[in-house]
């Protein structure tokens, strides 16, 4: 059973930058695509960003298009979210999840596993 790790979270200031990671253990990782998602106090779980393994494709929700960028090394069986210019709306707890069949990679009922999540905070 594949298990997920994230790290990479913390405190920082608006505009400022944190890269998260998320990394698999425990067998042999070979999904279809990992997903990154964030949950907000009192907010449903939405859709971050999301890359397939084996290509390397990549979607982003409108709001962190063109400040977030999602990323993945193979050899470490990991996926990073690079995280620019943060805003207070950024914070929330970011979740690393994984899947294994083919879709849309927005689609959250559709992940296999999760990783525990890491608490980003953009605030003054």
């Known amino acids: 059973q594949v298990q997920l790790v994230e790290s990479g979270g913390g405190l920082v200031q608006p505009g400022g930058s944190l890269r998260l990671s998320c990394s698999a253990s425990?067998?042999?990782?070979?999904?279809?695509?990992v997903g990154w998602f964030r949950q907000a106090p009192g907010k449903e779980r939405e859709f971050v960003a999301g890359?397939?393994?084996?290509?390397?494709?990549?979607i982003y929700a409108d709001s962190v298009k063109g400040r977030f960028t999602i990323s993945r090394d193979k050899a470490k069986n990991t996926v990073y979210l690079r995280m620019n210019s943060l805003k207070p709306e950024d914070t929330a707890v970011y979740y690393c999840g994984e899947r294994q069949k083919a879709g849309r990679l927005p689609m959250i009922d559709e992940y296999d596993s999760w990783g525990q999540g890491t608490q980003v905070t953009v605030s003054s």
């Open positions: 425990g067998g042999t990782f070979t999904p279809y695509g």
């Open positions: 890359i397939t393994w084996t290509f390397g494709s990549t």
